[in-house]
Each structure stands twice: as C-alpha cells, then as structure tokens.
C-alpha cells in the first residue's frame, strides 16, 4: 500500500516561539493519533518563515518547553485515542 497524503492529518500543533521546534499529534488514515517532534521552522531575517528543516539534536531551550506543554500534549492525546 502506497502512501496517501490525503490520508495524513494534522489533528494538533504547537510551536516553540524561541527555537521554532513544532511538536504535533497526527493521524494516518484509521490508525492510532500519534505524537510527531519536528520539524524546526526558523525564521528569516526579515521575520519570514524558512522551510522546515530536520529537528535535530534537542537544546535545553526545547527541552524546557516541551517539559512546560507534555501535560497538555498527554492530555489531547488521550482525548483523541480510542477507548481500549
């Protein structure tokens, strides 16, 4: 089986404004939510977004805010898994 874009959804998003690491719940086709970090969108110069680019390596800035929102990303994900 191919891969169906269309069947890929985004069902929540959040960003770290100071390092621009997205961290978001998805859903492919029927199956289970699941969490996905990255990518990292950065900004230009000119106050533009770049194209996203590869996370990488987690800095203490990221760690921080994903420490700060875990709570909030267990929560929503609980709300869309299916009851077991």
């Given at each position: 089986m191919a891969y169906d874009p269309e069947k890929d959804k985004l069902l929540k998003k959040?960003?770290?404004?100071?390092?621009g690491l997205v961290v978001s719940?998805?859903?492919y086709g029927d199956?289970?939510?699941?969490?996905?970090i990255g990518p990292r969108i950065l900004l230009k110069s000119d106050g533009t977004e770049r194209a996203p680019v590869?996370?990488?390596r987690l800095t203490i800035e990221d760690v921080m805010w994903l420490y700060d929102i875990i709570?909030?990303?267990k929560q929503e994900l609980s709300n869309l898994a299916s009851p077991s």
């Amino acid at each position: 089986m191919a891969y169906d874009p269309e069947k890929d959804k985004l069902l929540k998003k959040w960003k770290c404004a100071e390092t621009g690491l997205v961290v978001s719940i998805n859903r492919y086709g029927d199956g289970e939510p699941k969490v996905q970090i990255g990518p990292r969108i950065l900004l230009k110069s000119d106050g533009t977004e770049r194209a996203p680019v590869k996370s990488g390596r987690l800095t203490i800035e990221d760690v921080m805010w994903l420490y700060d929102i875990i709570d909030d990303i267990k929560q929503e994900l609980s709300n869309l898994a299916s009851p077991s």
